[in-house]
Nanobody
Framework: QVQLVESGGGSVQAGGSLRLSCAAS????????MGWFREAPGKEREGVAT??????????QYADSVEGRFTLSEDNTKKTLYLQMNNLAPEDTAMYYC????????????????????????WGQGTQVTVFS
């Protein structure tokens, strides 16, 4: 089992930037795909970005709503996942969650973003991001 702890959330003006971190600890070998999801009040949790765990050749995948603004990276030596968020907008306001899946990111890429969430079985507690105009 793996423990995921998010940090880096906060309040920022529209157009600003934040960097989220997700520190992983515990038994990690069964997790193949890492990702960030977000949940806004009154909305379903949605996928933001995914990346293969422990794969230096991995290329992140992004939801259309964040493509070009968010950058997902990982430091495998530190077992830490990062989400650099630039040009933030009020619609990015949500609780952001780090998650791990036993499925490969390639398998998950064949699914709609709305269908990927159920394949992530490890979740952090979340970190709040608020963007004000």
């Amino acid at each position: 089992q793996v423990q995921l702890v998010e940090s880096g959330g906060g309040s920022v003006q529209a157009g600003g930037s934040l960097r989220l971190s997700c520190a992983a600890s515990g038994y990690f070998d069964d997790n193949k795909c890492m990702g960030w999801f977000r949940e806004a009040p009154g909305k379903e949790r949605e996928g933001v970005a995914t990346i293969d765990a422990d794969d230096k050749y991995s290329h992140p995948q992004y939801a259309d709503s964040v493509e070009g603004r968010f950058t997902l990276s990982e430091d495998n030596t530190k077992k830490t996942l990062y989400l650099q968020m630039n040009n933030l907008a009020p619609e990015d306001t949500a609780m952001y969650y780090c998650a791990a899946s036993g499925r490969s990111c390639y398998y998950l890429s064949l699914l709609q973003w709305s269908d990927r969430r159920k394949h992530f079985n490890e979740w952090g507690q979340g970190t709040q991001v608020t963007v004000f105009s």
